[in-house]
T-cell receptor, first 115, second 114 residues
């Protein structure tokens, strides 16, 4: 069965510290992978996506993620967290060669940033 | 407005009543999705429309839930005989219909069933 697991429900990081949010997926084919962010009171916004090629992808707001096929992971990282990064983060997986099939989302990780 | 628009933004209804939630996708987007977001449950896929094809209804939790998309644009999600467990944020998203195309989400409708 297709699934996305985000093992950490809630993470607290000090401002300026590095961040890594974990995402593991189970998918029967080569997937598309996405990270979305939902800030308080706002809609979901795409941070970055992986389709093929370089396994390290860069996104907006200084985020990056690395696709590791051997580990079925797509962890999100940021070298130095800002207070404005406090939000809920969702990892999602979609089909590689099937137009428009719905994305499968993880349950999300809530990030709190302490000063 | 260039984004996905959902209305109402908030809806409070009594148990047993029917509700309709509306979604206006981005102009030209052929694919439209409905998701439900409950506390601690992430985003649960409900239904997907792609062009003139039959919708993928595989995520609808019960036959009280239905959706239609008129003219390939606006979509309405209807919940009949609402139950308290239907309380959630209902999110609509659209894209160009290709697997690589990111979803553009609306701000959602927060449904509270009392």
């Amino acid at each position: 069965a297709q699934s996305v697991t985000q093992p950490d429900i809630h993470i607290t990081v000090s401002e300026g510290a590095s961040l890594e949010l974990r995402c593991n997926y189970s998918y029967g084919a080569t997937p598309y992978l996405f990270w979305y962010v939902q800030s308080p009171g706002q809609g979901l916004q795409l941070l970055l996506k992986y389709f093929s090629g370089d396994t390290l992808v860069q996104g907006i707001k200084g985020f990056e993620a690395e696709f590791k096929r051997s580990q079925s992971s797509f962890n999100l990282r940021k070298p130095s967290v800002h207070w404005s990064d406090a939000a809920e983060y969702f990892c999602a997986v979609g089909p590689h060669n099937q137009a428009g099939t719905a994305l499968i989302f993880g349950k999300g990780t809530t990030l709190s940033v302490s000063s | 407005g260039a984004g996905v628009s959902q209305s109402p933004s908030n809806k409070v209804t009594e148990k047993g009543k029917d509700v309709e939630l509306r979604c206006d996708p981005i102009s030209g987007h052929t694919a439209l999705y409905w998701y439900r977001q409950s506390l601690g449950q992430g985003l649960e896929f409900l239904i997907y429309f792609q062009g003139n094809s039959a919708p993928d209804k595989s995520g609808l939790p019960s036959d009280r839930f239905s959706a239609e998309r008129t003219g390939g644009s606006v979509s309405t999600l209807t919940i009949q005989r609402t139950q308290q467990e239907d309380s959630a944020v209902y999110l609509c998203a659209s894209n160009g219909g290709q697997g690589m195309s990111p979803l553009h989400f609306g701000n959602g409708t927060r449904l509270t069933v009392t």
